[in-house]
């Protein structure tokens, strides 16, 4: 398996303007999440998804940011309109955590990230 | 609440021991993760461990958990410059969240 896509690499863009980050995750993983990393605030936790269902969303900053997980091999993190301070590393990670019975491992696998900068 | 605390930066030399720490605050902390990531790319799962456990080994890696203090360590034998690059250190909660609680990274900087 290639692992956990992401798309652009790199994302340039003037404030005011639209962005859309794009992840492909693992096949056959059933839980997706969405990360921002800064060096202020490290790592966080923007929303995951679990069966393309949103289950979490409690660390999206504010309404500018929106995801969609349409089918289980496609998820985009939208942020209309964009500022300075939406520049950050942006990963996508999947995993698939197994019986839960068995309180299984959750080993996420992370994409190598989008960096944005906005101006 | 949920908590993982790291200290920020960590310099050796190359061949020697490294040993990296972490504390938590979840008790019900199931398993704890150590992630690596190198310049310019996403984490890597380097280990992990089930909190039943009180030490993993595998290579160069030993990971140690004291469940009574909530405090987990990574020791890397024989770091080499290649071992540069920050180290999270993870949970995952009983409950089904799946959410993962990331510290805010140890950067490991190898001298030759």
């Known amino acids: 398996d290639a692992g956990v896509i992401q798309s652009p690499r790199h994302e340039v863009t003037e404030m005011g303007q639209e962005v859309t980050l794009r992840c492909k995750p693992i096949?056959?993983?059933?839980?997706l999440f969405w990360y921002r990393q800064t060096m202020m605030r490290g790592l966080e936790l923007l929303i995951y998804f679990n069966n393309n269902v949103p289950i979490d969303d409690s660390g999206m900053p504010e309404d500018r940011f929106s995801a969609k997980m349409p089918n289980a091999s496609f998820s985009t993190l939208k942020i209309q309109p964009s500022e300075p301070r939406d520049s950050a590393v942006y990963f996508c990670?999947?995993?698939?955590?197994?019986?839960?019975?068995?309180?299984?491992?959750?080993?996420?696998?992370f994409g190598a990230g989008t960096r944005l900068s906005v101006l | 609440g949920e908590d993982v605390e790291q200290s920020l930066f960590l310099s050796v030399r190359e061949g020697d021991s490294s040993v990296i720490n972490c504390t938590y605050t979840?008790?019900?902390?199931?398993?704890l993760y150590w992630y690596k990531q190198e310049p310019g790319a996403g984490l890597q799962l380097l280990t992990y461990i089930f909190s039943n456990m009180d030490m993993k080994q595998d290579q160069r890696l030993t990971v140690l958990l004291n469940k009574k203090d909530k405090h987990l360590s990574l020791r890397i034998a024989d770091t080499q410059t290649g071992d540069s690059a920050i180290y999270f250190c993870a949970s995952v909660r009983r409950d089904s969240s799946y959410k993962l609680i990331f510290g805010s990274g140890t950067r490991l900087l190898v001298r030759p």
């Open positions: 096949s056959g993983h059933d839980y």
């Open positions: 990670a999947s995993s698939s955590p197994g019986d839960r019975r068995l309180l299984a491992k959750n080993i996420q696998y």
């Open positions: 979840d008790s019900s902390s199931t398993y």
